[in-house]
């Protein structure tokens, strides 16, 4: 009589965090609505930044469309820290997390099945404001490998981002108290320069703008894809690439660790 072979435990919660995972993706199915908002809402902002806006823009060696849209591919991506707050303190508010911690699922798993379908909504995201940019007259000019590495900074900040969501998400708990998150997203977006270059900012704020994480990761990828830059000659914009890389990198080692341990506290 042959032995059962036993599951790797990497594999257990590999195919865990994959029917979590999917999980999530069949929910999104249940309100397409609020997912095509969700998706639109930053092609709005385009719309009304790059038309109403954008004429009173001088960006030296482009236009402000070519400015904004790497700007708003950043900001698309700090809206995803937003929406995963949402989404766990309305799966604690709602029993879910309870009930998937009394099922044999690591916390690993748990969060790892968010992180991935997180990415999967970020992807998503990127190919609506990308396809929203070639609408609009926006392009990269710098080649395929160059864009491809700006789009890796982009899903890399995402990544950091969707840690401090989860944990954010888990000491909130309940949705009403997750309106505070969305009120300070705001002023976390506004304050880089996605929109203006921190040189045109009062000093202080212009010093905060300029070592915002948001702001490495949009300067960077205005270099990448070849678009104007308002010709900012700090440290941070010079080596936007490095700190585009380093600061989701903090953020990670920072609230991944902080949300599984959070996660693993919840209950007790």
């Not at 997912?35 to 236009?63: E, K, N, Q, R, S």
């Not at 990415?119 to 395929?144: C, E, F, K, Q, S």
């Not at 490998?145 to 309940?174: E, M, N």
């Amino acid at each position: 009589m042959t032995t059962p072979t036993a599951v790797p435990a990497s594999a257990s919660w590999l195919r865990d965090a994959a029917t979590l995972t999917h999980r999530i993706l069949l929910h999104w199915r249940q309100r397409p609505f609020s997912i095509a908002l969700t998706l639109l809402f930053p092609v709005l902002i385009v719309l009304m930044f790059g038309y109403l806006f954008g004429g009173a823009m001088a960006v030296p060696d482009g236009t402000y469309l070519d400015y904004l849209i790497p700007g708003m591919l950043a900001m698309t991506m700090l809206f995803g820290l937003e929406s995963m707050v949402l989404a766990v303190t309305a799966d604690a508010a709602k029993g879910v997390t309870e009930r998937i911690r009394a099922m044999p699922v690591s916390g690993v798993a748990v969060l790892t099945g968010r992180g991935w379908a997180d990415l999967l909504n970020a992807l998503a995201g990127l190919t609506v404001m990308i396809a929203t940019g070639y609408a609009v007259g926006w392009r990269p000019h710098d080649g395929l490998p160059s864009a491809l590495a700006a789009l890796g900074l982009l899903l890399w900040l995402r990544f950091a981002f969707t840690w401090v969501g989860i944990y954010l998400g888990l000491l909130l708990k309940t949705p009403e108290s997750a309106v505070a998150v969305q009120v300070l997203v705001w002023p976390v977006g506004f304050l880089s320069s996605a929109f203006v270059s921190p040189g045109t900012m009062p000093g202080w704020m212009g010093a905060i703008a300029t070592w915002n994480p948001l702001s490495a990761t949009a300067t960077a990828v205005r270099e990448l894809f070849g678009n104007p830059s308002w010709n900012e000659t700090t440290w941070a914009a010079e080596h936007s690439v490095l700190l585009a890389t380093v600061w989701p990198a903090v953020l990670t080692a920072v609230f991944l660790p902080l949300a599984y341990r959070r996660y693993r506290l919840l209950g007790r």
